[in-house]
């Protein structure tokens, strides 16, 4: 009697599993990105013979393009190129800058009917190149930041996102240092390869 109960209770089991709709896997391939950039608040404080001042930056637009390679199921990394313009008060021409990143990002997939959601906290980290009116010269330095957003994947190769964060640039340029901090905001549209 006991085999007869087991042998019900696994075919209970098994059939009850194979009952359950297919989950349908994430886009499981390489992407291309582009997106627009927008930064805003923040300020740009310069340091140079012992003396520290700052300006405010105001809000910025530029672009941005990614290539995103995943490392499984949770991980990617992303090589990014971004291009900014953005003014500091007091200045009478535009600012640029221009990175060259890696980033590191960590996501989680969520069916959601027939569209994938992928939610995702990222952080680059690069080479930046600074011109503009708060620099005498071109301005090396590097990068980083971090951000979060979402991404909604049509059809499994099509998807558009949303994310924000905050950015951190440091430059140096004959002696001075100069530090940009900004809130980002980037949308754009993704495809899978």
Excluded: C
């Amino acid at each position: 009697m006991r085999y007869v109960l087991a042998s019900f209770l696994t075919l209970l089991v098994v059939s009850s599993a194979a009952a359950q709709p297919p989950v349908t896997e994430p886009p499981s391939h390489n992407r291309l990105s582009a997106y627009f950039v927008g930064s805003f608040g923040g300020r740009f404080k310069a340091r140079a013979d012992g003396l520290t001042g700052h300006v405010d930056a105001r809000a910025g637009l530029g672009l941005g393009a990614r290539y995103e390679l995943l490392l499984g199921p949770s991980f990617s990394l992303l090589p990014t190129f971004e291009w900014l313009a953005f003014d500091l008060d007091g200045a009478v021409h535009r600012s640029h800058m221009l990175d060259f990143d890696l980033g590191l990002k960590f996501r989680k997939n969520v069916r959601a009917g027939r569209v994938n959601i992928e939610f995702y906290g990222m952080a680059p980290l690069g080479f930046s190149l600074a011109t503009g009116d708060g620099f005498d010269n071109a301005a090396t330095g590097f990068n980083t930041g971090a951000l979060a957003g979402a991404m909604v994947f049509f059809k499994r190769k099509y998807g558009l996102f949303v994310e924000g964060g905050w950015r951190i640039h440091v430059v140096f340029d004959d002696g001075t240092r100069g530090m940009l901090n900004q809130g980002v905001l980037h949308v754009g549209g993704a495809i899978a390869l």
